[in-house]
């Protein structure tokens, strides 16, 4: 991989004034990026990935000022932005400036997801940008994440106009998403953990009826190809196994972490199920994982992908 160049960075974001759309690497997964005051490059978002137009889509921004001109911020949106961003946090607000995000992108809802990513060249093609981008991740819709620039181009890169490689992403799970509207709920688990949030601003409630103004809810998400089976000590003949800590001996065994660690196993999973659904099993079972800390956002990928209700 080489650091796209500032050539490269002003190449994208003129992809992105003329309603094209643009791989483009976040510390979380690889995203598909557009103008977000764009109807038709929003639709066209929608159009690569085959995403429902009910789910809404996370607006990416600069810093927190960019954020304030978008949504309502509260005392607490403040603290978490100071606490958390440029990271993998998304606040859910009011909307402040309807036309400044299509109502496409919002889901026509009456608020807006926004976060501030921390990769560098995120944070490069959005300034050279200078506005709001839509960015999810940049799979077929359903299918696993891509984490690596290689799987991004594979999934909608024939829709591009642009792609800028940023290297294998570090955390691997898409960001925590919290509304904060009355009360503070938490959405999608993420690798900013629900004890870290509540640490800023006190209990967070269930998502509720809250819960479809956050992209990623779909009963089945992040899924494979193959059936996914959850909790399994051992694999049955024929299946890929994602194990955790200890592992057996044989093919199509795939480790998220031989040490046990929860980073490790979140940076790994979506490549590592990518790699074990390329291996044709008749199934992909999955070691139990525990569900302390970073644990909640690795089981709810999981369990999406398994096809269960979230």
């Not at 809404?56 to 949504?71: K, Q």
């Amino acid at each position: 991989m080489s650091t796209p160049d500032a050539q490269q960075i002003a190449a994208a974001a003129d992809a992105l004034r003329a309603g094209g759309l643009v791989i483009m690497p976040t510390e979380t997964v690889y995203g598909l990026a557009a103008n977000a005051a764009d109807p038709r490059a929003v639709a066209a978002v929608y159009e690569a990935k085959g995403r429902p137009s009910f789910n809404p889509l996370i607006v990416h921004v600069p810093d927190v000022a960019a954020a304030r001109r978008l949504g309502r911020f509260d005392a607490r949106a403040e603290a978490l932005a100071q606490r958390f961003w440029p990271g993998p946090l998304t606040l859910v607000l009011p909307v402040a400036e309807e036309g400044a995000v299509s109502d496409l992108a919002r889901a026509g809802l009456d608020t807006v997801a926004l976060r501030a990513p921390a990769h560098p060249v995120a944070r490069a093609l959005l300034q050279a940008f200078g506005g709001p981008v839509v960015a999810p991740s940049a799979n077929r819709s359903g299918r696993p994440s891509p984490t690596t620039y290689a799987d991004a181009v594979d999934e909608t890169g024939a829709a591009a106009s642009g792609a800028l490689d940023g290297g294998p992403c570090a955390v691997g799970l898409e960001s925590t998403v919290v509304a904060l509207l009355d009360q503070a709920r938490l959405l999608r688990p993420g690798s900013v953990t629900r004890a870290e949030i509540e640490a800023v601003i006190g209990p967070l409630e269930e998502a509720e009826a809250d819960a479809k103004r956050s992209p990623g809810r779909m009963t089945r998400h992040y899924a494979p190809n193959a059936p996914v089976r959850l909790d399994i000590e051992a694999p049955a003949p024929g299946e890929a196994f994602l194990a955790f800590g200890s592992a057996p001996d044989g093919e199509r065994i795939w480790n998220l972490s031989p040490t046990g660690d929860l980073a490790e196993a979140a940076a790994n999973l979506f490549a590592f199920l990518r790699a074990a659904d390329r291996s044709a099993p008749v199934a992909i079972a999955v070691a139990p994982i525990p569900q302390t800390g970073l644990g909640e956002a690795i089981n709810d990928r999981l369990r999406r992908a398994a096809g269960f209700v979230g």
